[in-house]
């Protein structure tokens, strides 16, 4: 069992930056040997997928987000990262990061705003 905890949200102004922090606790083994992904929910959508990169390191992303978003893990594998640049004001979500494709036990999430 992974307990996934995100952090690093915030406030930005359009064209800003952030980034997106994934710490895991738990089964090490679990959460090193599986893809991870990052998604986001914003008021009254549905949550939707934002990234992915598998246990080796190939990354995906959906056409909203390629080229201005980047996923990544550390080298000790307990921490995924995903660096958010140019954001648009279709991007405030709060952002949740799990396995992928499917996740199981969601954490708190992270807010990200964008705003002027």
């Known amino acids: 069992q992974v307990q996934f905890v995100e952090s690093g949200g915030g406030l930005v102004q359009p064209g800003g930056s952030l980034r997106l922090s994934c710490a895991a606790s738990?089964?090490?083994?679990?959460?090193?040997?599986?893809?991870i992904g990052w998604y986001r929910q914003a008021p009254g959508k549905q949550r939707e997928y934002v990234a992915s990169?598998?246990?080796?390191?190939?990354?995906n992303y959906p056409d909203s987000v390629k080229g201005r978003f980047t996923i990544s893990r550390t080298s000790n594998e307990r921490t995924v990262y995903l660096q958010m640049n140019n954001l648009l004001p279709e991007d405030p979500a709060i952002y949740y990061c799990?396995?992928?494709?499917?996740?199981?036990?969601w954490g708190q999430g992270t807010q990200v705003t964008v705003s002027s």
């Open positions: 990169i598998t246990h080796s390191g190939t990354t």
């Open positions: 738990g089964d090490y083994f679990s959460f090193r040997y599986s893809s």
């Open positions: 799990n396995y992928y494709p499917s996740g199981t036990d």
